[in-house]
């Protein structure tokens, strides 16, 4: 089960999701069926937009596209 929702899809593998356990609490990982979907980056930000911002600086830094 699912403990999270994807509030937006950055690239065809990488997805920004928001944990049902935290207020603010968000993170960036590998969509289903990726490869690597055991990676993920947690984060806090203040709303679904910083969140994504975030999340899409976060995987320009890695490299991921």
């Known amino acids: 089960m699912r403990d999270y ?3 937006a ?5 990488l997805d920004i ?8 609490l968000y993170g ?6 990726s490869a690597g ?4 980056m947690r984060y806090e ?3 679904d937009d910083e ?3 975030k999340g899409a600086m976060m ?5 991921f596209f």
């Open 9 to 13: 899809a950055i690239t065809e593998y």
């Open 59 to 63: 995987a320009k830094e890695k490299g």
């Open 51 to 53: 969140a994504i911002f």
């Open 28 to 33: 960036l990982l590998f969509a289903a069926g």
């Open 5 to 7: 929702t994807v509030v």
């Open 17 to 24: 999701v928001k944990y049902t356990a935290g207020d603010n």
């Open 45 to 47: 930000a203040k709303n």
């Open 37 to 40: 979907t055991e990676q993920v």
